[in-house]
């Protein structure tokens, strides 16, 4: 079997705010499930909130599910350097420096105190630097480089503005040429990045693998499930309404402010539909001052659900939103919300360029898409779905089917698993092979805080 340094920014267990962390926890633990040995370095906040907010989550818990435990052979190394809900372009770029020059310190420190060189290194971008935080460590230790490519970071930096500098944007392009030249594997979770990834290191595309997001759909099946409710429960003033929701996090390209103008006009129309949005991110105050402006009766802001409460969430609704802004680059991408929408049964309503998502919601029938950024559109389309409610059932009922049949977590895994060598790791010459060392596990999710060692609850 092989050993494995796996560098990902975010990771998160079913008990945690997910985000493309609970991709990388799906992934670790089938990779140690299959007999490799796997090291995972990563930060202490997800995609959908900071480590303040953790022991929240963890305290709340309650009758959930608890995460599988960790398999022996798979360590966590968390290091405190996460910049997911800083507004400030500097800071965030502080954060992301202040991760890479820890993992790489975290990653020789692995590797030496085990006396070994990992066979394969596996980096999963964006941000980029954590790509070539993997390409680094594979340098040193004289192993196959993997990388997973979950966003074109040049591309997508340009057309959203957050990098004007043209100069900046090339040295990205040069470190992203590095990267898919030296990749031995690159896995990519839209097909269309492969001829752009082509484009840039002619012939790199015989090494890409598509290898989209999925639904675990384990978390969608009700005798599983947390038993409260979040939205029916009755005297809420709520269990009538007919709810829209939105899940993911607040930020400039996911642009929730076209949906609070449509809300402002609906709740004039319509007051009983209801507006939820579930997440976090560094546009969230904004928003929350936006929908005070707009004197917003019908939206309603919520703090951010594990991956086995969050399913709850959106099956007990009625539409499911996903919204982009109106940038080109928007049409590549396949955000995991998506598998999770049409897992949970529920129609789909997608704000968003021609593309991937269009694509999948006009194949499965689960839903339609519409032009982003444009709230006449938008209002246009909820009412659609608010008068026609049982087509709008047939179609939620069509994506259930269809994502279980072509986007299933363990379907996808198990072709995740075939790019992974089963080859034994070779001790140095001269040195016994040692044991392992790995952490203890104090509670249903193992970790190890690599900044403070007094605490052993750090989460990401």
């Not at 129609?347 to 709230?375: K, Q, R």
Request: proline letters at 5%; charged letters at 20%; glycine letters at 6%.
């Amino acid at each position: 079997m092989s050993t494995i340094l796996y560098i990902v920014q975010f990771f998160s267990t079913e008990n945690e705010p997910a985000g493309q962390g609970s991709r990388h926890y799906k992934h670790a633990m089938a990779l140690a499930k299959a007999g490799h040995k796997v090291t995972v370095v990563t930060g202490t906040g997800t995609t959908m909130c900071n480590p303040e907010k953790q022991k929240e989550h963890e305290e709340s818990n309650g009758s959930i599910k608890t995460a599988s435990p960790l398999p022996q052979n798979l360590e966590i190394i968390r290091l405190k350097a996460n910049g997911i809900k800083k507004s400030s372009k500097l800071l965030r770029i502080v954060c992301l420096m202040l991760f890479f020059f820890k993992a790489i310190f975290e990653g020789v420190k692995a590797s030496k105190m085990q006396n070994f060189n990992y066979d394969i290194v596996l980096g999963s971008s964006p941000p980029l630097t954590v790509a070539f935080i993997a390409y680094l460590l594979s340098l040193l230790n004289r192993a196959d480089l993997f990388l997973e490519v979950r966003d074109l970071w040049s591309k997508t930096l340009a057309a959203n503005g957050f990098i004007k500098s043209k100069a900046v944007i090339q040295l990205n392009q040069w470190a992203e040429r590095i990267l898919y030249k030296h990749s031995k594997k690159i896995i990519v979770l839209a097909p269309s990045f492969a001829d752009d990834i082509d484009a840039m290191v002619p012939g790199a595309k015989e090494k890409v693998t598509a290898l989209p997001n999925a639904a675990d759909l384990e978390f969608f099946e009700y005798p599983k499930l947390w038993t409260g409710s979040f939205l029916r429960e009755e005297a809420s003033g709520l269990e009538k309404k007919f709810h829209v929701n939105f899940a993911g996090v607040f930020s400039n390209y996911t642009h929730l402010e076209t949906l609070l103008e449509a809300a402002a006009i609906i709740q004039n129309q319509q007051p009983d539909i209801q507006f939820n949005l579930v997440g976090d991110g560094y546009r969230k105050p904004d928003l929350i001052k936006q929908a005070e402006r707009l004197q917003l009766r019908n939206l309603t802001f919520w703090e951010p659900l594990a991956k086995n409460r969050i399913s709850k969430f959106m099956m007990e609704g009625d539409l499911s939103i996903i919204n982009y802004r109106a940038l080109d680059i928007f049409s590549q991408v396949l955000p995991n919300k998506l598998f999770d929408y049409l897992a949970a049964g529920k129609p789909i309503l997608a704000a968003v360029p021609n593309g991937e998502v269009s694509g999948i919601l006009e194949d499965s029938g689960a839903g339609f898409s519409i032009a982003p950024e444009d709230v006449e559109s938008l209002v246009s389309a909820v009412l659609w779905f608010y008068n026609n409610r049982e087509q709008a059932s047939n179609m939620g009922l069509e994506g259930s089917k269809y994502v279980a049949k072509h986007f299933n977590r363990k379907h996808l895994t198990e072709k995740f698993l075939t790019l992974f060598p089963l080859h034994p790791a070779l001790p140095k010459i001269g040195a016994a092979l040692p044991q392992a060392k790995f952490s203890d596990v104090p509670t249903n999710h193992a970790t190890k805080n690599t900044v403070n060692k007094k605490s052993r609850s750090a989460r990401s």
